[in-house]
């Protein structure tokens, strides 16, 4: 049932990609049902910046350009899912460990599409798992502070992100402001990046339902 949800959600957001345009991408299923439908309108766009590198091989599979950020000054769209999105718009992204290059590549975009089936779409973020892009040799420094934070840093086993790094899940942490925590655990030395997209939000939320698909800005 999901993974209708998820299609149908991915092929509505064909309609937000303008023509001509080069656009961010993210990771994940499905980002690749999008990756799929964009196939479709291949050329009538430039090219995608890819979030992860399984993106890369889906999109190099279907002819499309790879755009390299550094050659951009800015995108006008990038196109993501997540595993929550909360009533303000803010996200909880990174269960495909691609966390890091997709807040990378949605920093310099213009607008943030959002695209979710609707069992992800939450009112608060209570007991959900925050994962955190770690370098291998601070692992242990910043377990322990998270523990100083209130959370339970769980380490996720045979797992290497596309920069060669770890990750650890964050569980149980009671979050009272998400922009602040969001900050405080970047700020810990050794964490690449947190999967808490608080400070950029969405700009444009696509909920799928059976019945319909709701656009929430
Ligand atoms: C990857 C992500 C994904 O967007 C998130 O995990 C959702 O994945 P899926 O579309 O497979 O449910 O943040 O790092």
């Given at each position: 049932m999901f993974n209708t949800l998820k299609k149908s959600v991915a092929k509505f957001a064909l309609k937000y990609v303008p023509k001509n345009s080069i656009i961010g991408i993210g990771s994940g299923s499905t980002v690749n049902y999008f990756i799929e439908e964009l196939s479709n309108i291949s050329s009538s766009i430039r090219g995608v910046v890819p979030g992860s590198i399984a993106s890369e091989k889906k999109i190099r599979k279907y002819n499309i350009p790879i755009v390299d950020l550094n050659s951009l000054e800015n995108l006008d769209i990038y196109i993501d899912s997540a595993d929550k999105v909360n009533k303000s718009m803010?996200?909880?992204k990174g269960r495909g460990g691609a966390l890091t290059r997709e807040k990378i590549i949605s920093s310099v975009a213009k607008k943030f599409i959002c695209i979710i089936d609707k069992s992800k779409?939450?009112?608060h973020f209570d007991c959900c798992v925050i994962p955190v892009e770690?370098?291998?040799m601070a692992l242990r420094k910043v377990s322990e502070e998270i523990i100083k934070?209130?959370?339970m840093p769980k380490y996720r086993e045979n797992f290497i992100t596309d920069n060669r790094n770890c990750i650890i899940d964050?569980?149980?942490?009671?979050i009272e402001n998400s922009v602040n925590l969001e900050k405080t655990i970047n700020?810990?030395?050794g964490v690449v990046s947190v999967g808490l997209f608080c400070i950029r939000k969405a700009d444009l939320l696509l909920?799928?339902?059976a019945d319909k698909i709701k656009e929430i800005y």
């Open positions: 803010e996200m909880i779409y939450i009112k770690v370098i291998p934070l209130g959370g964050i569980h149980n942490l009671y700020n810990i030395s909920v799928s339902y």
